[in-house]
Structure formats: C-alpha cells, structure tokens
C-alpha cells in the first residue's frame, strides 16, 4: 500500500491577523517538511481566524483573504516549501477558486468559507463548506455559500477527499459521498469549539464517519481562545474500521506528524453524486518509494476537572494577549469564586502580572480578609489593601441610602476603585461571578459585575468548588502549594454587604439550584416539565422569575469562555422585553 506521511497543525491563531497567522502556516510548514511531512494540513479559516463572524460581509477583509491565500503559495515555493500539499483554510467567494455558481438570493461573489489546496506556489484547487451551521453559536448561514463539491486530491498516488468541518458533524454533503469518489483518506479541517466532554463525541463522530467513509480519516482542530470560545485542539486519525491511532493534546499548539498505509487510486471519475460533484485533481500520480514509518501515539487524556480548567485558562490567557493587555486585577474578597479566579489568572499569564486588590467593608468578616491575604501569599500575586467605607460613608450621609440600596453601594465603590486602577495601569479588570449568580441576577449591575472578561461566567457553582478543589488536589500531586486557601472553599458563600449574611438567606442551596438551572437554562424545560422532574412548585416559581428578570444584567456582562452547552451571550439568545411567563402554579394545577 502507499505511503503517506500527514502533518496535523493545531495552530492558535488570531481573527483578522492574516499577517501573523500567515507568518504561523509557514513555520509550521517548515516545521512539517523538516519532519519529512508530504501533506500539512491547518485548521478551518486558519489564515483569517475563526470565527470571522461580520469580517465576512466586508468586501477588503475578504479580498485581503483571497489575495494572501495567492502570495502565501508564492512565499512558500520561494523559501523552499513548495514540495509538500499544504491544505489551508481561508476566506473566499463563490465564483472564485473555488466556486462558480449563481445562486438565487445569494449572487456570486459571496464569502466562502474554503480550504485551499497549495502546492509548487500556487493554489491548485479549493473545497468549500457545503453544511453551513446555524445553531448555538454558529451564524455561518450568514456569512457564507454553500459549496457543492468534494475536492478530491491525488497526493503520491493516494486519493485525499477534503471537507470542512460541520461537513463531517452532519449527514449527507460531501462526507457521504466520499466511498463513491473512491478516497484512500478524508482530511477535515476544522475550528471546533471546546465544551466540556466534546472530545467524547468527537472521537465517536471519526470513528463512525471512517467506517461509513470506508477509508481513514485525519481531523485537524484549531486550537486557542477567541473572545469567548475556546478550541481545544484534540486533532486526531482513525483507520478504516473507525480505530483512533493518533490523537494530539487539548489546548497546546503543535503539529502531530503520522504515517499512514493507505490504498492506491482507484481512478474513480469525476462525477455527481447525491446533488454533489465530484472533482479530482492530479498532483502527483507515483507512488513513493517505501521508507521506515515513525511511530504513532495517543495523548493522555485529560480528567474532566482538568479540561475545564484548562478551557478556561486557554480563554483568559488568549483574550488577555491577544487584546493586548499585559496584566489583570481582581477583587479579592477571600470566598471561593475569587480564590478560583485568582488561580486560574496566575496559571494563564504568570501570579507577577496579577493584582489582586482587597477593599474590605465594616462588614467583612476578619477570615475573609485573611483569606484573601493567604491567598496572596500562596499564588505570589500583587496584593493591595484599599478599605471602602471611608469612600461609602459620604454616599450614605448625602443620599440616606439604606437596606439594599446601602448594599449595591458598597459593590459600586468597589468597582469604582478597580476601574480607576485599570485606567491607571492599564490592568484588563476580571469579573468573578459565577453562572449560577449570573443565571439568577446574584450579582451588582455596576458593582461586582463590572469588568473586560468573566472567566466563571459559565461555571456553576457547584463546579466552582469542584474546580477549586482539583486545582488544591493537582498541586500537591505536583508536589505544589495549593493556592486556594482551605477556609475559602469550606465556608458558606457570602455577599457580606450586612451583618451575617449568605447566600441562602436570598437562594436555594445551590446544589439544588444547579439542578433546577441545569433544566431550566440548558435544557429548556418549562415550569410543566420542571414540577413533573420533583421540584417543588414554589421554588420553581421563585427561580424561573429570577432567571427571567435578569435577562437585562446578563446582558451587560463582561464575555467569558464558553465550557458548557449553553453558555449566557452566544448560545442563548432571549428577548430583554418579555411578557411570556412560565407559571409553575397552573402547571402543578393540570
């Protein structure tokens, strides 16, 4: 059988850095002919970024795509690099490379979301994405054409299909077509973004789509954060009955070089099948002589605990560079989301670009301030004490403020003292809410909730601790000091703006409020279907109108990295203007 060695880059790059990202495809082309690679491949839309979301419909950004894609193969041949087939996505349009079809209501030149086929300093050939997702958080169905074709290429005598992404997720289109053009290796690039256990489904998918495929498949992932998606990377291969051989680490930017055993070229013709055409191309007909093959391995798998948390420190590193800020501050208040920010800051960009700040009330606790101090100690962040009440008292003495006006008060001047320190030493400010408080408006719009980026803002509660707790774990096992103080994961959650207070005293326990959110927010289940679950029909009347209410202040939240199924902002979409109530009365009554 042929041989065919394929390099896999899980590149991070950054939307709309076509220079730099371009700068990343050729080293880590040379990287790949060095490693005696003959195709390289690169994720999805991986010269322009992704997701491009608007960029799209601007006419300079999409030519500035289409005219690199063309100096990118000239770049490559003139450094040396013209050898290797090197697969790379970009954005095109219909009517381009890659297409040339009117279609009603979308005329052509319209954006394509394509990978270009690159070899001897031109682009030969490109395929197009024929599914179009329109769902969670995808908007292709905006931006883009559908293409119509399987590009099959021919590459040392191996037949090498391309397809794009959710090309692979959805039945029918090219993938389904791919037995009929006689392939010996699908090759899917993707930008698939992380939520938790999706590389479960992932490697199910491969395997099903190899057998049904009738041939190998190599899946090739972005990886990195982009505003608040994360992509985890996880590239991998299957052979023909569906066995993953291969498979890359989550969140880590690298190529994973394999050799393959594949059949030769039928020579299947050109043809259409299923309303898609099949189109060969030719570039290099031999087969190559036989040669030692480098061994293959899987990454070790990563605990659920640990892929969350490494999502969620891939999207705060990434949002902190790739928007250009060199530090971050948070209020420290020595309770468990804090803590949990605080460590997952140090781990994305270094405990010495970290400022935590402190701004204790008359009515912080004096282990809460030790806490947070402790903390500091542990991590090695920057730690700063600015006590509020000497800035809260003129506002209550002038506006007679009093119950939970006096409470949001306090949460505002402290948002005030870290917004001012952000504008005077440019720190990225972090929210330190979590999902559950988001989910129910627990939190002070102006005040706690102020801030660039929130990167609990799709964590639960409940998660929060599980998280807190593996990180404690995971050092010790490094033979590290946990940086989460004991006391601020042990002791009941609490505002602290009045005398005693907890969270219950406003809130269900929260591990029954996570489930109650889990079926209200993720999967959609109305008050019916709620009371039939067991929830008490009170509760759930008092949750859901929470949840609804806050709709406004989740609104105004700072982004976060999505780690969930349905995460707040892209994921779910609710009206702010609202009369539609869930009314679990009149369903315990039916």
């Known amino acids: 059988m042929p041989q065919l060695r394929v390099a896999l880059a899980q590149l991070n790059v950054t939307v709309g850095d076509i220079d730099g990202n371009s700068d990343k495809i050729v080293a880590w082309t040379r990287n790949a002919v060095e490693r005696g690679a003959h195709v390289v491949a690169f994720p999805e839309l991986g010269l322009t970024g992704y997701p491009v979301e608007d960029l799209a419909l601007r006419a300079s950004f999409v030519d500035a795509s289409q005219h690199r894609i063309h100096t990118l193969a000239q ?10 087939v090197v697969i790379c996505g970009y954005l095109d349009r219909a009517g381009g490379t890659a297409m040339g079809i009117d279609r009603l209501g979308r005329p052509k030149g319209s954006p394509t979301n394509a990978a270009a086929v690159i070899h001897q300093g031109r682009v030969v050939t490109s395929a197009v994405k024929h599914h179009l997702p329109n769902y969670g958080v995808f908007d292709e169905f905006r931006h883009f054409v559908p293409g119509n074709t399987l590009q099959v290429v021919r590459i040392h005598g191996v037949d090498v299909a391309l397809v794009i992404c959710e090309d692979l997720w959805q039945d029918g289109g090219p993938v389904a077509v791919t037995r009929e ?7 899917v690039v993707n930008s ?16 099903r789509r190899a057998r049904e495929a009738g041939c190998a498949l190599a899946y090739v992932n972005l990886v990195g954060g982009q505003d608040e998606l994360v992509f985890d990377g996880d590239s991998l291969i299957a052979d023909a009955e569906g066995t993953i051989f291969a498979r890359a680490p989550q969140f880590e930017q690298g190529s994973m070089v394999v050799d393959l055993d594949l059949p030769a070229a039928s020579g299947t013709p050109s043809g259409t099948h299923e309303g898609i055409e099949i189109v060969h191309t030719v570039l290099q007909d031999d087969e190559l002589p036989p040669y030692e093959a ?3 391995n899987i990454a070790p798998r990563l605990s659920d605990e640990a892929e969350m948390y490494g999502a969620i420190v891939t999207g705060l590193r990434d949002y902190v560079q790739k928007n250009g800020f060199k530090s971050v501050l948070l209020g420290l208040s020595g309770g468990i989301d804090s803590s949990l920010v605080a460590a997952i800051a140090c781990d994305a960009i270094g405990a010495e670009h970290v400022f935590g700040i402190s701004n204790p009330s008359v009515y912080s606790s004096d282990h809460s301030k030790d806490d947070a ?5 542990r991590t090695g962040l920057n730690y700063r004490v600015v ?11 002038t506006l007679g403020l009093t119950g939970l006006a006096e409470e949001n008060l306090q949460a505002r001047v402290r948002a005030v003292i870290w917004m001012g320190l952000s504008n005077a030493d440019g720190h990225l400010v972090l929210a330190c809410g979590n999902k559950s408080e988001l989910s129910v408006g627990y939190s002070t719009i102006y005040g706690d909730a102020v801030g660039g980026y929130a990167p609990l803002k799709d964590v639960p509660k409940t998660l929060v601790w599980r998280l807190a707790k593996w990180r404690n774990a995971d050092a010790k096992a490094r033979g590290q000091q946990p940086p989460i103080p004991a006391n601020s994961i042990a002791k009941p959650p609490s505002a602290e703006l009045r005398p005693g207070q907890q969270d219950t005293d406003s809130l269900p326990p929260y591990d029954l409020l996570d489930d109650m959110l889990d079926d209200y927010v993720e999967q959609d289940r109305g008050s019916a279907e709620l009371v039939a679950a067991g929830f008490e029909t009170g509760l759930v009347t008092q949750v859901i109108q929470l949840v609804d209410r806050a709709e406004y202040k989740r609104r105004q939240y700072p982004p976060g990295p ?3 199924h349905k995460a707040f902002g892209r994921d779910r979409r609710l009206p702010i203007t609202n009369a539609w109530r869930e009314d679990a009365r009149k369903a315990a009554e039916h």
């Open 294 to 296: 480098i061994e293959s």
């Open 373 to 377: 101090a402790d903390l500091a100690a």
């Open 562 to 564: 999505k780690i969930t």
């Open 192 to 207: 698939s973004p992380y939520e938790a256990n999706k590389d479960d489904v992932r490697g199910d998918l491969v395997r």
């Open 387 to 397: 006590p509020i009440q000497p800035m809260v008292q003129p506002f209550l003495d």
């Open 75 to 84: 770049r490559l041949a003139d450094e040396g690099l013209g050898d290797i």
């Open 181 to 187: 053009a006689g392939a010996g290796l699908l090759l």
